[in-house]
């Protein structure tokens, strides 16, 4: 059984674009979980069927937390599933739902697998993840082109298309929720990396995505939670004085791109100051 867990927030038609791309694969073994983070959208309860179960979040509680509630209810069912999370605004390419359950019965090392996801115009927009702890660098990379193995070794995946393999999990994998949006993918990957889980991305199967179609809708909060994402990873995973680095030059950012842009600015400085606030409250 294949397991698709999304996240809707305000995303039913992009979800029923999803739908769409599943159901030409009738014959194939799947379900799909709705985790519902905007409970006044009433029209997502449409979408429920004999495959397709949608669980209220109550109230918007991220991306991370989310998938954790799926997680939770997917490993309660079949603590031998894939699980792939993808995005409410991508979808299945062709020849692509029939292929994870045999790809991983050849692989069955891979505990977390991210595929090569293309936009609409048939563009890479995601092909592989790098990180450079010396000096904090998260990277995206090109692992894929000019490869031709089953599968590529690599730091971390986008949560955009991201396969758990539950077999090789004692317990549920779960995001860490201090992450609200952004990062929690890199963190998810690292974190599991960590305890000895193999981590990989492939080509033999992909997913098509529409970027930020629904996080460029609110600029400054979309800046805001990457950036306080981004100074939790580093604090997590770099030392103190690549933090102190990185957070100065977000700092500078910030009032240099106050005059033309000042949404995004502002959505740094909140960004500092959630971080540095929490923070406080944390050593408190």
């Given amino acids: 059984m294949i397991y698709f867990l999304t996240v809707n927030y305000y995303s039913t038609n992009l979800i029923i674009k999803l739908i769409n791309s599943l159901l030409s694969f009738s ?6 979980i709705i985790i519902n983070n905007s409970p006044d959208d009433h029209s997502i309860n449409e979408l429920k069927n004999q495959s397709t179960v949608i669980i209220e979040a109550e109230k918007n509680i991220g991306f991370g ?6 997680l939770k209810w997917i490993f309660n069912q079949n603590k031998q599933g894939i699980v792939w999370i993808i995005n409410p605004d991508a979808y299945l390419s062709e020849n692509t739902l029939e292929q994870p359950q045999l790809f ?6 891979l505990s977390i697998l991210g595929t090569i996801i293309y936009t609409p115009e048939n563009k890479i927009w995601f092909a592989g993840g790098g990180f450079i702890p010396a000096n904090g660098s998260i990277l995206e990379l090109d692992l894929l082109t000019n490869n031709d193995t089953d599968y590529t070794n690599c730091d971390w995946v986008s949560g955009c298309s991201l396969i758990i393999n539950l077999k090789n999990f004692f317990e549920c994998p779960l995001f860490d929720q201090a992450y609200f949006l952004y990062y929690e993918d890199f963190d998810f990957c690292r974190r599991y990396a960590n305890q000895g889980h193999l981590i990989g991305i492939t080509k033999k199967f992909s997913v098509i995505h529409q970027p930020s ?3 460029n809708k609110n600029m400054f909060n979309k800046i805001r939670y990457s950036t306080y994402s981004y100074l939790l990873t580093l604090e997590k995973y770099t030392n103190i004085q690549i933090l ?8 500078v950012f910030a009032i240099i791109l106050f005059p033309t842009q000042p ?3 502002l959505g740094k400085i909140y960004g500092i100051y959630d971080y540095v606030i929490n923070k ?4 408190t």
Avoid: V
Wanted: proline share 3%; glycine share 6%; charged share 20%.
């Fill in 280 to 283: 406080r409250k944390n050593n």
């Fill in 65 to 70: 937390g989310a998938c954790n509630l799926g």
């Fill in 27 to 32: 014959d194939s073994n799947y379900q799909l």
């Fill in 244 to 251: 102190i680095l990185r957070l100065t030059r977000l700092m």
């Fill in 263 to 265: 949404k995004i600015a």
């Fill in 213 to 215: 179609s629904i996080t």
């Fill in 104 to 109: 991983f019965d050849s692989h069955p090392e």
